[in-house]
């Protein structure tokens, strides 16, 4: 009968006692545990893990945006621009959504956004699929038509039909 877990790294004992599976903490970093158990009769016998313990990236969505749909089609192609940093590996994959909608992939997509507030999150995943996440705001804002008197021409009745307008609140 096992009466003892020693848990230890190097000369450090993380953990001694009837525990078999005891909760430790490790900082990030490749760590060599030792599991030494002692029976009944005081006999003892040794055995090692590697545990490797990721730290998961950062991710940078990029400042809160706002833009004019600038051809008056009720939408607007925004590039957004997002980062990644891994300090114990790689970032592999930029994931960028609209609540469960994937828009796009990649660090710069170029996404159509429709007039008004849009919540983004940009999702990055590292080489051990770790991930982190960041948000932003895209705002696209409906232009002010040119062509105010809808004729399919922009000339001087424009002029006038904005006026118009102006004087009665739009």
Known sequence: IIV??????GAAVLSNGAAANPTVTLAQ??????????????LTN?????I???RPPTAGAGTDLTVTDTDNSGAEFVTLGGTGTDTDGTVVSYEWRE?????ATGPAPSVPFTVGAHNITL???DNDGATGTDTLVVT???SCPS???HDGSVDGDDVTTFFNAWDHGC
């Open 123 to 125: 999702t990055v995943t």
């Open 29 to 42: 970093g490749v760590h060599t545990l030792t599991l030494t158990v002692t029976d009944n009769g005081s």
């Open 52 to 54: 490797r313990v990721n």
């Open 99 to 103: 609540g469960a909608s994937l828009l």
């Open 140 to 142: 696209v804002e409906a």
């Open 4 to 9: 003892n877990y020693r848990w230890s790294e």
């Open 46 to 50: 040794s055995d090692t893990v590697v």
């Open 147 to 149: 062509d105010w008197n």
